[in-house]
Nanobody, 122 residues
Framework: QVQLVESGGGLVQAGGSLRLSCAASGRSFSSGARGWFRQAPGKEREFVAAISWTSIITYYADSVKGRFTVSRDNVKNMVYLQMNSLKPEDTAVYYC???????????????WGQGTQVTVSS
């Protein structure tokens, strides 16, 4: 079982930047992927970004392409989401998740963090 803890959320003005971090502990998938999802009030959880174990392959939702960058440090068991040019519509609780294979489907991720709130003011 992988335990995940997100940090780095907060309040930022539109156009600003935030860097989310996700610390993993416990048993780690030897070839596991990591994903970021978000859920805004009244909306379903949606895919944001994902990264393969080797960091060679990354996926992004169309809404964040060119603005967000996912990365990982397997030595430190960390995953990051650099968010630039933030927009009010990026406001949501952001979740880190772990899966045995790279996927954009949230039901294929077996481990989830508690989430961190990101609020973008206009």
């Amino acid at each position: 079982q992988v335990q995940l803890v997100e940090s780095g959320g907060g309040l930022v003005q539109a156009g600003g930047s935030l860097r989310l971090s996700c610390a993993a502990s416990g048993r780690s998938f030897s070839s596991g992927a990591r994903g970021w999802f978000r859920q805004a009030p009244g909306k379903e959880r949606e895919f944001v970004a994902a990264i393969s174990w080797t960091s060679i392959i990354t996926y992004y939702a169309d809404s964040v392409k060119g603005r967000f960058t996912v990365s990982r440090d397997n030595v430190k068991n960390m995953v990051y989401l650099q968010m630039n040019s933030l927009k009010p519509e990026d406001t949501a609780v952001y979740y880190c998740a772990a899966a045995s294979k790279l996927t954009t489907q949230n039901d294929e991720y077996s481990n989830w963090g508690q989430g961190t709130q990101v609020t973008v003011s206009s």
